[in-house]
């Protein structure tokens, strides 16, 4: 059953791990390369244009984003890696913030780690999966811009993804936060993981 969501709205933005949100309430984080499209993906779930900031500029969240959805849970947009234009030293106090919210985080569910469909994966995001992998944390593979593929080079695009990362490919869910394909199928996994955790 797709969960609904009646309500979202901005709560803080931590810049380290002092701002970092632990009230119990469930956490479903969005990581990527910053000009994969997390910002627009979060307003498509919540069904609101504007409610996470989107630029043409790749790199402009550089703090960890709450949303809490629905009273219950949180969507959390994290700092994009790869395209972020700022100096040496912000980077790594971002990617510490990074660490501590993904390794000591005991209300994170599952991280949402999105890639282009369209693209082989870097190594920046292989390393973020062998990171994720490492200190067994819960994840999905968000592909996006499936709407930029015909709808019968998804499956086989899902595969070659797949193999260059060393994952099975029902590990990815293919999905385009522009004409909403897949959205349905990511609203289900999250209504069903919530329940499945209460």
Known sequence: M??????AQYVTSAVDKSG??????????????SNVGKSSLINRLVGQKRLAKTSSTPGLTKMVNYFLVNNQFYFVDLPGYGFAKTNH???????????QYL???????????????????????????????????????????ADKLAKSKIPQACSAMAKQLGIRPQLISPLSSENGYGIDKLLEFIGGNLEAGL
């Open 20 to 33: 970092l949100i632990d009230d119990g309430r469930a956490q479903f984080a969005f990581v990527g390369r």
């Open 89 to 99: 030293a912000n980077k790594k106090s971002w990617a510490s913030v990074i660490e």
């Open 2 to 7: 797709v969960m609904k969501i009646s309500q």
């Open 103 to 145: 390794t000591f985080n005991q209300n994170l569910r599952v991280v949402f780690v999105l890639l282009d469909l369209r693209h082989s994966p870097t190594q920046l995001d292989k390393d973020m999966i062998e990171f994720l992998l490492f200190h067994a944390i819960p994840f999905k593979i968000i592909a996006t811009k």
